[in-house]
């Protein structure tokens, strides 16, 4: 096991939480009644992120609203690094970024009244866009742009 998979381990036997599911790509989901994740093998800074990420949602159980369970999610998987460590890399951040953009997206696409101030950063990494629906109603909304997490 590499430095990335015995920190993932500490992580479980800490917080008592099983892998439900082993995942291939980098995403997951946390089950927090049954304190069990859906995640990748943690080898790596990304992986990690993304496991570390999903064992924060069990610590820290039900937040409303859901941006901020997401960013809370986030903040434990950062500190993991710190914590171990282990330095953040780009892919890592951008991850990050683009995460908390969609999280912020969906919030005001859901007619949040405003940015949270905790939000207040992604903004940048959205764009808008027009829902055109099949009587040419038509609705403004938001989308996390990948390009832009990826460019600034
Ligand atoms: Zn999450």
Redesign the pocket.
Known sequence: MNKYELAGQQLLKEHVVSVKTIRHNMSGI?YIDDRAISAPVPRRPLSFAVFA?EVG?IVNGRISPRWRE?LM?WQFSIAQFKRFGFSVPKEVKTRMKYSLAFALAKALNRRMAKVPKGLRIYKKYLSPVTYIYGDDHREQKWHADYWKATHI
Do not use: K, Y
């Open positions: 946390a990420h949602h997401e999610a």
